[in-house]
């Protein structure tokens, strides 16, 4: 049995040229977190006379399946929503965020950093810190004042590196943030709380949080509806919105769909899927009606 916490549908936002999105990354079968997701951005859209958007994320090529983007498109249109054309695949503009990190490496908030998973880890035990459960501490800074030329040798001698943002020093660029949520108000932002994230790594050039932050402002996407899973990165791309000139969206992270065991659903933990449910004979109004999307 699946049910949702605390849900609460849009309600009471008029603006003009509303533009919202549902961006899934193509890795796995849709399940009715997801459902409810999309149709309340598509529901928002439908209700202030705006756009809906599907965006693909699929920069991970050792996950990302083309079965799994065409089952999104089948689902989702047997659910009843319809998008703008064409989709856009993040995989198909790998220049584009090269040039949005060339931007952030021009004004100097970029270093290269050379730590495996390993090192971080005995970093972090080292300085006497551990995660409670559920918890990931952010990058100890080990990297962050390596010399530019050692930093540059080790590049040029082909050793693995990721990009990572030094978040003191582009905060001392933008000065203080904030965003609308328009499910907790108005949020200062405070993106050390992630620390000094990964941006690009050597052998993929772009990551999640620079793809969705250039993509949501080349879009025109002007109210983000996504998870409350996702509530803490929106710290960090208000940092990269502002780095790059673009203009804050609103924000609505929405209640998360949990099982029985009060867990988010998720792909990993085999959430019962879309696919699932229509095998199983039932029809669209029963499958929006357990993802929480009741028909009106």
């Not at 969206?249 to 949990?258: A, E, K, S, T």
């Not at 065991?261 to 095998?279: E, P, V």
Request: glycine share 8%; hydrophobic share 40%; proline share 7%.
């Amino acid at each position: 049995m699946t049910r949702i916490v605390n849900c609460v549908m849009h309600a009471g936002m008029t603006v003009s040229h509303l533009t919202t999105r549902f961006a899934p990354s193509p890795t796995g079968w849709l399940h009715l977190g997801h459902a409810h997701s999309a149709l309340t951005a598509f529901r928002t859209a439908q209700d202030l006379n705006g756009q809906f958007l599907l965006r693909m994320e699929n920069i991970d090529p050792s996950r990302c399946r083309p079965e799994y983007e065409a089952a999104i498109f089948e689902d989702l249109a047997w659910l009843g929503l319809s998008w703008e054309s064409p989709v856009r695949r993040q995989s198909e503009h790998a220049p584009y965020y090269a040039a949005g990190l060339a931007r952030l490496s021009a004004l100097g908030v970029l270093y290269p950093c050379f730590c495996t998973r390993r090192d971080i880890a005995t970093e972090i035990s080292r300085m006497g810190f551990a995660p409670h459960a559920g918890e990931t501490l952010p990058y100890p800074g080990t990297c962050r004042n390596v010399p530019p030329e050692d930093a540059a040798q080790r590049m040029a001698d082909g050793q693995p590196y990721a990009l990572r943002i030094n978040v003191a020093r582009a905060l001392s660029i933008t000065g203080p943030l904030s965003w609308l949520d328009a499910q907790a108000g108005p949020q200062k932002a405070m993106p050390a709380r992630l620390g000094d994230a990964i941006l690009a790594r050597k052998d993929v050039p772009m990551s999640y949080h620079l793809c969705v932050t250039m993509d949501d402002a080349l879009q025109g996407v002007t109210h983000i509806i996504r998870g409350h899973d996702l509530f803490e990165a929106t710290h960090l791309h208000r940092l990269l919105q502002a780095l790059l000139g673009y203009d804050a969206p609103q924000y609505r992270h929405h209640p998360l769909l949990c099982n029985e065991n009060g867990q988010k659903l998720s792909k990993r933990d085999g959430a019962i899927t879309i696919r699932d449910l229509r095998a199983q004979g039932l029809c669209p109004a029963d499958v929006r009606a357990r993802a929480g999307i009741a028909d009106r």
